[in-house]
């Protein structure tokens, strides 16, 4: 059997956080209930399900995210996990992920996600300074995120903490306080983002009126060299650019993007990397609906991959990892040796300092991990 | 057709003051062309010429026109280019018409280009006939035009016709004005050949088309001709007229206007203001005024990308097929490569070649920042010409420099006098003459270096008068400046590409703002760059661009893939249009940055 990643969208949260612009509505105000939607995804779950099972495929990896999926009601999510069972075919031991945020966490909550077999909780945390937290628009406090984290440590094998960098006010001194605390709790993955300002937030705007001031470049960097400096010291590898994890527990499902191997999305705009084409399904709930009742998949943007667009997503995904591309899986896949067929960009990319290889993988230097963008633009033909 | 009833003319104009209108419905009204086949201003025919609205290539056509006193005539219009880089090219089509109609905007008034157009038809003695245009607009004022008609220009405003070419009032005017006041051609048909080459075009098929106005004499096919210039002979394959397309006729004698084909290779064979003659019996002078086209600005264009370097030679031949005024040379800049060291007219038609140059031919440009052309004599006694700023000599071996001087005029509502002169006093003006045009309108004479006028005289003029000012100039020489070279270095070394002549007393802060502007417009890269602006050895400013620190995407998207690339390939093609300059990569607009300094 072979095993592949699939990913459920919650596009549902309690309150739009001011940077972020994923797809998701607040629970209250939105323009179809998380019933509706449920019902939708449903019958999504049964086709791809049934597809995977003629195929031969298993899932190996099951991710559910958002949104916050633990937004919805306790029956909600009994129902949405039922359903994962019932028509997914499930690995003997997948990683099952479920997104979740410090509010949304409860006995009941966590004893429900359990049972079905989730086996791997990710919780955002972002920061431990309330008015920072406060800033960004997030409804908890660093003492709940606290309470929650230690409520799932009980339930989850592994607990992934989201924390994030670069935030208006936010120092280095600030950064690695926190981050010394969040280890003291020891979850076995952490993820350190940088904050980024998107068109369109409200975080944008409270920028462009100079509400909000980011820090500059150079404490951007510092704290993307001292952040990770010290998780190494205490123990987690640095596996990703933005991704920490103790021994053993680096994110299945994330690896399966970063190597560029397939992947189907289910649910409100979700992403599909499958039979060598990239699919996007719609985003607009009621055409999502309409479409799954008449027993159709609710696709909408396709982009077919040629084998050169594939080399390429091969390069920009897989330098991310720290480890890099490897020569060898990259021959196996493509029949053709990678420092052949991107000769000039790494020989011009190594004259900068900002890659280095051995004998069996490319990867990023010390040099240009933090300019990365620059090294996988060069890639793109 | 009789010499009598012939008419040829020209139709002048400040620019927008509806020249094209104007002659489209002169087509129209004598069914040259039936409405359905009009498109809006069928004589401008190059897309570039109607997106900009200014005519750049000349055309000709002959109009039947059955007039008010029953005979039927024959009425060739000549349309000129409106701009003060093809003055010559104006001057040569004037001098292929006996009359003009002088179009002036019932709104705007008399304006700089006006008057030197006005100069140049009494300079050739053409009758002109003043057509005040657009009296349809609400802001129209026809008496002060009238007034300003007699005032400035010295011809009776009561003679006026008045027009509204776009809504077709008083065309049916103009025509009996131009049969009643143009004289009729003269010069005998059976004098020796001689024929005025006013325009010429490049067929693909044909060759080079001369377009003629047969002085004295005929021009028949079978005959052998001669360019007068160049002594070289051809055989007439085809003559003909334009309706306006072009129409094979039997022959052209004196008075009428037409082209010729002759098997001539190259438009520069058919030079505009040389003399046609018959080989067998050739006329003893050429007509007067003929002059080469010289140009009077330079600059560089190089490749972005270096491979295109043989594209870009075809298609710089492929346009001077059809303009003999553009002259290149291949030159080699350290920071740029390969290249073309180009001449032109003027800065007008430096961006007309860059435009097409990119949009027909499809190349990435960088165009360095013009130049005028400087004589320099040296110690030793020799002179030289100098078109590129880099090969300008050391110092240390000039005795002195010269550089083209125009007496340039400014017509300005009289609330802007003071910020004029201002501007042209700051751009090394020297005064020499005001005058009130009426109450509210005063004409200012500089004399001023072609140099400066180049760099950004036309854009600050516009933005200090918001676009009332209208400008016009001349060359009237050379003259001695004191005059340096400015080196800009970029990572310590000297990029030669943005090397510029400035004035002794202004080089040092040109210099500075300079690299300043570069500080902004180069990209930072991977290093700290200093860039430094020097004159000889003495380093005169320094800016430093601060390198880029950190540059990553650390969302992860959710598996959009197709996002990510997205955003990657923006700010690849951001990079796209960056030069390698040694290590440093420095944007297309850099080379350029000169001329934005104030």
């Known amino acids: 059997m072979m095993g592949t990643a699939v990913y459920l969208h919650i596009p549902f949260c309690q309150a739009k956080c001011f940077y972020c612009d994923f797809l998701s509505f607040v629970r209250t105000e939105s323009s179809i209930t998380p019933q509706r939607y449920l019902q939708g995804l449903k019958q999504e779950l049964a086709l791809r399900g049934a597809e995977l099972k003629s195929a031969g495929w298993e899932v190996a990896t099951l991710y559910i995210g958002g949104g916050t999926p633990t937004v919805l009601e306790l029956t909600e999510l009994r129902e949405l996990l039922t359903c994962c069972r019932r028509y997914l075919p499930l690995a003997s031991a997948p990683e099952w ?19 079905a077999g989730v086996n791997r909780l990710s919780l955002g945390v972002q920061d431990l300074c309330n008015r920072r937290l406060a800033g960004l628009g997030r409804l908890h406090t660093a003492e709940q995120a606290r309470e929650a984290y230690l409520l799932c440590r009980d339930y989850f094998p592994a607990v992934a903490l989201d924390l994030m960098t670069a ?7 600030q950064l690695l306080e926190t981050l010394a605390v969040v280890c003291d709790w020891g979850p076995q993955h952490l993820s350190l983002y940088g904050l980024i300002v998107e068109e369109g937030t409200a975080l944008a705007a409270q920028v462009e009126a100079g509400q909000v001031q980011l820090p500059d470049e150079d404490e951007v960097l510092a704290m993307f060299l001292a952040g990770r400096r010290y998780l190494q010291a205490r123990g987690y590898e640095h596996y990703e650019i933005a991704n920490y994890a103790l021994p053993g527990y680096r994110c299945r499902h994330n690896l399966t ?112 991990l933090p300019l990365a963008n620059l090294v996988f633009a060069e890639f793109l033909r | 057709m009789q010499q009598k009833n012939i008419r040829n003319f020209s139709i002048i104009a400040h620019i927008d003051h509806g020249k094209s209108t104007l002659a489209d419905r002169l087509l129209e009204v004598t069914g040259a062309l039936t409405q359905r086949e009009m498109s809006a201003q069928v004589l401008d025919q190059l897309d570039l010429e109607r997106e900009r609205g200014i005519t750049i290539k000349l055309q000709a056509v002959r109009l039947k026109y059955q007039a008010q006193d029953g005979q039927e005539y024959t009425l060739n219009l000549i349309d000129t280019p409106g701009h003060v880089d093809f003055t010559y090219e104006v001057s040569r089509s004037l001098a292929a018409c006996e009359g003009a109609l002088l179009v002036i905007d019932a709104a705007q008034g008399i304006e700089a280009q006006t008057l030197a157009n006005v100069y140049l038809a009494l300079e050739h003695n053409l009758e002109i006939i003043p057509v005040i245009n657009k009296i349809d607009l609400p802001s129209a004022d026809v008496e002060k035009v009238k007034r300003e008609l007699e ?22 005017e103009v025509l009996e004005a131009v049969v009643q006041k143009v004289p009729a051609p003269v010069g005998e048909r059976e004098a020796p050949l001689r024929a005025l080459i006013f325009d010429s075009h490049y067929d693909t098929y044909r060759g080079a088309i001369a377009y003629v106005r047969i002085m004295e004499g005929q021009l028949r096919p079978r005959m052998k001709i001669k360019m007068m210039s160049s002594n070289k002979v051809y055989e007439v394959s085809e003559v003909g007229i334009f309706t306006p397309g072009m129409t094979p006729t039997a022959g052209l004698a004196a008075g009428e206007v ?29 007509l007067p005024g003929y002059q080469r086209a010289n140009p009077m600005v330079y600059c560089g264009f190089y490749p972005v990308d270096s491979n295109d370097y043989e594209d870009l030679r075809d298609a710089l031949d492929k346009l001077n097929l059809n303009d003999a005024a553009l002259t290149f040379e291949p030159e080699t800049s350290e920071a740029l490569g390969f290249g073309f060291r180009c001449g032109f007219l003027g800065l007008l038609h430096m961006e007309i070649i860059q435009e097409r140059l990119e949009r027909e031919h499809q190349l990435s440009l960088i165009t360095t920042a013009p130049n005028v052309v400087y004589r320099v004599t040296l110690k030793n006694g020799r002179e030289l010409e100098i078109d590129n700023p880099t090969r300008m000599p050391k110092a240390a071996e000039t005795a002195a420099i010269a550089e083209p001087f125009v007496s340039a005029r400014v017509i300005t509502p009289n609330d802007y006098v003071g910020a004029v002169m201002e501007i042209c006093q700051d751009k090394r003006g020297i005064f020499v003459n005001m005058e009130y045009l009426d109450t509210t309108r005063v004409s200012l004479t500089y004399e001023m270096p072609l140099s400066e006028i180049i760099f950004d005289f036309f854009d600050l003029l516009k933005s200090r008068t918001r676009g009332y000012a209208s400008f016009d100039y001349e060359l009237i020489g050379y003259r001695e400046s004191e005059l340096v070279k400015v080196d800009i270095l970029i990572n310590g070394e000297v990029v030669d590409a943005l090397s ?99």
Not at chain 1, 306 to 333: C, N, Q, Y
Not at chain 2, 151 to 172: C, D, F, H, M, R
Not at chain 2, 582 to 588: A, F, L, N, R
């Open chain 1, 257 to 368: 993007y970063w190597q560029n191997r397939p992947y189907l999305g289910l649910g409100l705009g979700a992403h599909s990397y499958w039979h060598g084409v990239r699919w996007e399904n719609t985003r607009d709930p009621q055409t999502y609906l309409a479409q799954l009742a008449a027993g159709q998949l609710p696709l909408a943007v396709q982009t077919v991959v040629t084998p050169e667009m594939a080399m390429e997503d091969t390069m920009i995904l897989g330098l991310r990892l720290v480890h890099g591309v490897s020569f060898a899986e990259f021959k196996k896949r493509f029949g053709q040796d990678l420092r052949q067929v991107f000769q000039q960009e790494i020989k011009s990319l190594q004259k900068l300092g900002l890659i280095e290889c051995d004998e069996h993988y490319l990867r990023l230097s010390a040099k240009g």
């Open chain 1, 97 to 115: 992920t479920v997104e979740a945020n410090p509010c949304t966490i409860t006995p009941e909550v966590v004893k429900l996600l359990s049972a």
């Open chain 2, 258 to 286: 037409g082209y010729v084909v002759a098997g001539v290779k190259n438009v520069k064979d058919t030079r505009v203001g040389d003399t046609i003659t018959d080989a067998d019996r050739p006329a003893a002078d050429p």
């Open chain 2, 500 to 598: 510029f002549i400035a004035h002794l007393e202004r080089a040092a802060q040109r210099g500075r703002e300079l690299a300043g502007k570069l500080r902004q417009l180069i990209p930072r890269q991977m290093f700290d760059v200093p860039i430094q602006a020097a004159i000889g050895q003495k380093i005169i400013a320094r800016e430093t661009i601060k390198a880029m620190r950190k540059n990553v995407l650390d969302k992860c998207y959710g598996g959009d893939i197709t996002r990510k690339r997205k955003l990657l390939e923006k700010q690849k093609a951001g990079k796209k249009r960056l030069k390698q300059v040694g290590s440093v990569e420095i944007p297309q607009e850099a080379f350029m940055a000169v001329l934005s300094i104030d």
């Open chain 2, 151 to 172: 005032e400035v220009i010295g011809l009776p405003g009561e003679e006026a016709v008045l027009t509204s070419a776009k809504e077709g009032l008083g065309i049916t």
């Open chain 1, 167 to 173: 935030l208006p006010g936010q120092t280095t001194a």
